[in-house]
């Protein structure tokens, strides 16, 4: 048996910013799932490894940037669940100096630690990564692999993220999640109830993620994406961001991330304090982890001179 089916605490959010608003703010708290494979990951990858089982592959390939949740998660359920794991890292010039890379890159070391062997491409390579032509070059170097794309999002990662959702769940009006590439929300999305609505918040800029969520989404038509709360692309901060995500930690002990869920949160707050939402209601965000990130986002801050997520 592989990552079996958990399901995460929910934990009320007392925050200074939403005290006098009537409604509710309730976080499931995905990122307790695992210590190494965390949140979404974990729901993600957990069907991706019965299928690379039932395939009797043994070595799990992937692809992300240098400080990727998913390139962490996957070398973390590989090492522990006895597969060998490849990461393709977008970016050449990280191969240079690679064991200064590896030493200085939280992220890289936690990977390297966990046995897996990385492939660093150009980012012009990594933007045909999905190519055949790049798959048979990289099945020619490496033989063969079972391979999960990047960020995860397949069939089997969409089939993990409906566990997200539980019975007792119902009760929530709304359901807020973070979109990268759009798996996660796809399973919320398909194990919501009718009554219910569906906020994804894209941490990437434009709108294209819709038809990708409208690939594995299987009939319901009640969610939306507000793409307001990006800060300006994939992996963009601001002082703002920093601020608001140290003070959300010391006020509720609840760590948020700064790509993904700190951008949802600081989004559900704003929107609260705008009295989007009707009285009364009740709404579920979804913690969907990738702490591990904080460290590699720190580095940047320092080198621009900015707070640190504490």
């Known amino acids: 048996m592989f990552l079996t089916t958990k399901n995460s ?19 499931k708290r995905e990122d307790e799932l695992h210590p190494f494979i965390s949140g979404n990951k974990y729901r993600k ?10 395939q009797n592959e043994h070595t799990l390939l992937t692809f992300g940037g240098a400080y990727s949740n998913h390139i962490a998660a996957t070398a973390a359920a590989g090492f522990e669940h006895n597969f060998k794991t490849i990461g393709v890292i977008r970016g050449d010039e990280l191969a240079a100096n690679l064991v200064e890379v590896i030493k200085t890159n939280p992220t890289l070391k936690f990977a390297s630690e966990h046995d897996m062997k990385f492939h660093f491409v ?15 070059k990289l099945k020619e170097k490496f033989g063969e692999f079972y391979l999960v794309p990047e960020g995860g999002t397949n069939t089997f ?9 539980v019975e007792e769940d119902k009760q ?25 609505k569906v906020i994804g918040f894209p941490a990437l800029k434009g709108d294209f993620l819709q038809d990708e969520i409208k690939k594995h989404v299987l009939k319901n038509t009640n ?40 951008k949802m949160l600081f989004g ?11 009285k009364g ?14 460290d590699g986002m720190n580095l940047v801050l320092s080198k621009k001179n900015l707070p640190q997520i504490k």
Request: glycine fraction near 8%; proline fraction near 1%; charged fraction near 20%.
């Open 9 to 27: 605490r929910i934990q009320q959010v007392h925050f200074s910013e939403i005290k006098d608003k009537s409604v509710s703010l309730f976080i």
């Open 45 to 54: 990858l957990k069907y991706n490894l019965e299928e690379a089982s039932k």
């Open 122 to 136: 150009s980012r012009s390579e990594y933007r045909i990564k999905t190519s055949s032509e790049f798959i048979t």
């Open 157 to 165: 990662a969409v089939k993990g993220c409906e566990e997200i959702l």
């Open 172 to 196: 929530y009006n709304v359901i807020c999640c973070a979109i990268g590439t759009g798996g996660t929300i796809s399973g919320i999305i398909n194990s919501s109830k009718n009554h219910q």
């Open 223 to 262: 969610w939306s994406l507000n793409t307001n709360y990006h800060f300006g692309g994939y992996a963009k901060i601001s002082e703002e961001l920093i601020t608001f995500i140290n003070n959300f930690k010391r006020e509720t002990n609840i760590p948020l991330d700064p790509v993904y869920t700190g």
């Open 268 to 278: 559900i707050v704003d929107l609260i304090k705008k009295d989007t939402f009707k």
């Open 281 to 294: 209601t009740k709404i579920l965000a979804i913690h969907t982890g990738g702490l591990q990130g904080i």
